[in-house]
């Protein structure tokens, strides 16, 4: 299990790797992560090529998908297909604690470097 921490001005969030592109013959990258701290609001972004899931297990994350916003809460999940333009964030002051899934798993370790 491998760690990548954020150590941003404000950010003090924390990715576990629970699977690696390695470990799942390139299917799957699957991560929990930890927002201790309110994101900015984050710009949407597309994923040509990858399905992303996201499950809230602690407190809320805030989502917007194909222009519509949303709160997700512990136990919700939602599905992003490939190539819709979307954005998820924490803006819960508690922080969250969420599961994310990229299929296939292609670049999403690199993603998670450059951004945290």
Do not use: K
Not at 39 to 55: K, L, Y
């Amino acid at each position: 299990m491998e760690t990548i921490m954020a150590e941003r001005r404000l950010a003090r969030d924390r990715v576990i790797v629970l699977v690696s592109a390695e470990e799942s013959a390139g299917e799957l990258f699957r991560i929990e992560y930890i927002a201790r701290d309110i994101s900015p609001v984050p710009r949407d972004h597309i994923h040509i090529q990858q399905e992303e899931r996201v499950e809230v297990i602690e407190g809320t994350l805030r989502c917007r998908v194909a222009g519509i916003e949303s709160v997700l809460g512990p136990g919700e999940r939602i599905v992003i297909p490939r190539g819709i333009p979307h954005a998820v964030w924490n803006d819960d002051r508690r922080g969250s604690r969420s599961i994310g899934e990229y299929r296939p798993a292609m670049n999403a370790r690199a993603m998670f470097r450059q951004y945290i």
